[in-house]
């Protein structure tokens, strides 16, 4: 599977959105650190045991810059917009190494956050375009404003920037939960099996449903989601991006946001 998958996707299996009444309107800020797993490199291990030998020298992972999600949610709909920018470090030498990432869909009506248009942009790339027509079940996607493919989607489906809050004041998973993804590039089914954890945050250990990507194939993405257990918002997401040379990359919450009850 692609591993430019960055957390993203939507429960095939809808459940209703309980609470949601009134408008939520929310900031929350992650810090990102990289480290390497030398047994997740794919084709070049002794290069990828070198790094996790130089990055262990460091704790075992390197700043590499932070991300602010700004989340509006209304009983119908909801926008988020992820900006990410690469640590005074990284940027030196990857000039305008930002990522901004935006997600639009609908929310309510007995599902979970649907993706009906995601759009992303690298730098100075050009940008990524996807839009999801439920009704005509097909989703077009868009690089630098021209069609690249259109692909027929079975099921409602979120984006990367979406993944992190589909499950904020929603059921959290008590068994195996099948997701439908797209990562502007195509979209895939995945798996999640949670499990019980605990994250600290500010001093405070955080009780957390922890979901972790079913692997069926080597070249799958390696995704963990940390949700807070009481209202499934958002707490932690490890995942790599580049199996090639067993990079993984850890995004915490800096601090909870201030939310509605």
């Not at 990102?32 to 794919?42: P, Q, T």
């Not at 059921?171 to 797209?182: H, Q, R, S, V, Y």
């Not at 194939?217 to 009481?230: F, G, Q």
Request: overall charge positive; some cysteine.
């Amino acid at each position: 599977m692609k591993l430019r998958l960055l957390i993203c996707g939507t429960v095939a299996a809808l459940a209703a959105l309980p609470g949601q009444a009134q408008n939520v309107n929310f900031s929350a800020h992650y810090d990102i650190s990289a480290a390497v797993d030398a047994k997740r490199a794919k084709d070049h291990p002794d290069m990828a045991r070198y790094a996790e030998k130089m990055i262990g020298m460091f704790g075992g992972a390197i700043p590499v810059g932070g991300v602010t999600d700004t989340v509006v949610l209304t009983p119908t709909t909801y926008r988020i917009t992820s900006s990410g920018k690469a640590a005074m470090a990284i940027s030196a030498v990857l000039p305008g190494d930002t990522l901004v990432r935006t997600s639009e869909g609908t929310a309510g009506g007995g599902a979970y956050l649907t993706s009906r248009r995601f759009t992303e942009t690298r730098g100075n790339g050009q940008p990524r375009l996807v839009t999801l027509d439920y009704g005509q079940k097909i989703a077009a996607y868009y690089k630098g404003g021209k069609i690249t493919k259109r692909e027929a989607i079975k099921y409602r489906t979120a984006d990367v920037a979406a993944l992190p809050y589909l499950f904020y004041k929603q059921p959290l998973p008590k068994a195996e939960t099948t997701i439908a993804a797209t990562d502007g590039i195509s979209t895939r089914l995945m798996s999640f099996v949670p499990g019980k954890d605990v994250v600290k945050l500010g001093g405070a250990a955080i009780p957390a449903v922890k979901l972790t990507r079913k692997a069926y194939n080597r070249d799958d993405a390696m995704i963990e989601l940390w949700l807070r257990e009481s209202d499934g918002f958002p707490l932690r997401v490890r995942l790599d991006l580049n199996a090639k040379y067993g990079v993984v990359f850890d995004q915490r919450l800096t601090a909870l946001p201030t939310l509605p009850r």
